[in-house]
């Protein structure tokens, strides 16, 4: 079962331009994570926010966390053509396991 | 350094045949999973190692499923035998241990059942 929904299924945005996901989940979480993948590399980590967490950035990325509302938002800054991928949250409640949602597919066209 | 490597990358075979996945994780780190995605979809658990311990084989359909994790390093998932719903990639990825850490994934085997 998947306990992580996004928003939207699918985005399609000009180079330059801000990208924003959001990940609605059912139970409480100790972390949440978001993991982009493409067909060249793979499922790959972006970033890691933990439950007493409210904000985190890493590069042109911005994570928020709202436990009060189960949810989650990932903003990608100055899209690149690079940038195209599916992107994906995940909710860990305790022992490393995960739980993936079905992700928001992005488009960046040049 | 080696990322998480799987093999075969891809799979073709017909329902009823036998499949087997190999996994070989990033050195050193203890914990390893096996997730099964659907197109589409994202990954779902099958089972999670810690060392050679299966902890979390909930999600794994023991009557055609099998994996195993000898010495707690390399791990291979089987199908006997495989249906046609079956068709997806399988993805193997890895920890430093239990707890709160990112994932590393391979890069998945894609099985085609016909």
């Known amino acids: 079962s998947q306990q992580g929904e996004e928003d939207p299924q699918a985005l399609s945005i000009q180079e330059g331009e801000n990208a924003t996901m959001n990940c609605s989940y059912k139970?409480?979480?100790?972390?949440l994570q978001w993991y982009r993948q493409n067909s060249g590399r793979g499922l790959v980590h972006l970033i890691l926010?933990?439950?007493?967490?409210r904000e985190k950035h890493s590069g042109r990325l911005r994570v928020t966390l709202d436990t009060s509302k189960k949810s989650s938002s990932l903003l990608i800054t100055a899209s690149r053509a690079a940038d195209t991928a599916s992107y994906f949250c995940a909710t860990s409640s305790g022992y490393s396991t995960l739980t993936f949602g079905k992700g928001t597919m992005l488009l960046v066209s040049p | 350094e080696a990322g998480v490597v799987q093999s075969p990358r891809y799979k073709i075979i017909e329902k009823k045949q036998p499949v087997a996945f190999w996994c070989n994780p990033i050195?050193?780190?203890?914990?390893l999973y096996w997730y099964r995605q659907n197109l589409g979809q994202g990954p779902e658990l099958l089972i999670r190692?810690?060392?050679?311990?299966?902890?979390?084989d909930s999600q794994l359909p023991k009557d055609r499923f099998s994996a195993e994790r000898l010495k707690g390093v390399d791990s291979t998932l089987k199908i006997q035998p495989a249906e046609l719903g079956d068709s997806a990639v399988y993805l193997c990825a890895s920890t430093l241990g239990a707890g709160e850490f990112e994932q590393y994934f391979g890069p998945g085997t894609r099985l085609t059942v016909t």
């Open positions: 050195s050193g780190h203890n914990t």
């Open positions: 926010i933990r439950s007493n967490e």
């Open positions: 190692y810690e060392n050679e311990e299966a902890v979390d």
């Open positions: 139970t409480s979480i100790n972390n």
